[in-house]
T-cell receptor, first 113, second 112 residues
Framework: GAVVSQHPSWVICKSGTSVKIECRSL??????MFWYRQFPKQSLMLMATSNEGSKATYEQGVEKDKFLINHASLTLSTLTVTSAHPEDSSFYICSASPTGELFFGEGSRLTVL | GENVEQHPSTLSVQEGDSAVIKCTYS??????FPWYKQELGKRPQLIIDIRSNVGEKKDQRIAVTLNKTAKHFSLHITETQPEDSAVYFCAARPFGNEKLTFGTGTRLTIIP
């Protein structure tokens, strides 16, 4: 299957700082990647769809100025949580669907103090 | 948009018995229904999927059934083992749409 790699796997930051999470497709090119957020014991909620070379598409209720998404190449999408606050603490997972099946990165656990 | 409901939220099963998890979806245009297993702190892993042109699919101890008329699909795990303990998510995707909508998840516990 396709391999999606995410970094960092966990990060702790102070309130008010920004955090960048990288998502890479290692053995395929991805024109589209999906960013999900998962709170403890909850489901995966789609935040946005990143599109290579163009603006990301955000789901309703997701602040695009807070969650900056960049998809500058066919193998890299980044999510930047700007001015992070404790309520942004969550598990962020990227994914891609090169064959119809959705492949997930390892996930990044963000803790904002 | 698509809405997926999943039941039960928790399920405890004696080792060796069968487990059944059910999901319903709202969008009649949905034609792809995967099931994911997620262990604590890890990424979801696809365990089986079904497309709307078939009613049932089986892979060893795991099977999925689909009823398009009623818009529901189910995951069946037979001869359960302790390593089956995890959270299971169903999902649905409409034809022509790349976005997958997930159910709320079922925490399955296999009792040795």
């Amino acid at each position: 299957g396709a391999v999606v790699s995410q970094h960092p796997s966990w990060v702790i930051c102070k309130s008010g700082t920004s955090v960048k999470i990288e998502c890479r497709s290692l053995d395929f090119q991805a024109t589209t990647m999906f960013w999900y957020r998962q709170f403890p014991k909850q489901s995966l909620m789609l935040m946005a769809t990143s599109n290579e070379g163009s603006k990301a598409t955000y789901e309703q209720g997701v602040e695009k100025d807070k969650f900056l998404i960049n998809h500058a190449s066919l193998t890299l999408s980044t999510l930047t949580v700007t001015s992070a606050h404790p309520e942004d603490s969550s598990f962020y997972i990227c994914s891609a669907s090169p064959t119809g099946e959705l492949f997930f990165g390892e996930g990044s656990r963000l803790t904002v103090l | 948009g698509e809405n997926v409901e999943q039941h039960p939220s928790t399920l405890s099963v004696q080792e060796g018995d069968s487990a059944v998890i059910k999901c319903t979806y709202s969008d009649s245009a949905s034609n792809y229904f995967p099931w994911y297993k997620q262990e604590l702190g890890k990424r979801p892993q696809l365990i089986i999927d079904i497309r709307s042109n078939v009613g049932e699919k089986k892979d060893q101890r795991i099977a999925v059934t689909l009823n398009k008329t009623a818009k529901h699909f189910s995951l069946h795990i037979t001869e359960t083992q302790p390593e089956d303990s995890a959270v299971y998510f169903c999902a649905a995707r409409p034809f022509g749409n790349e976005k997958l909508t997930f159910g709320t998840g079922t925490r399955l516990t296999i009792i040795p």
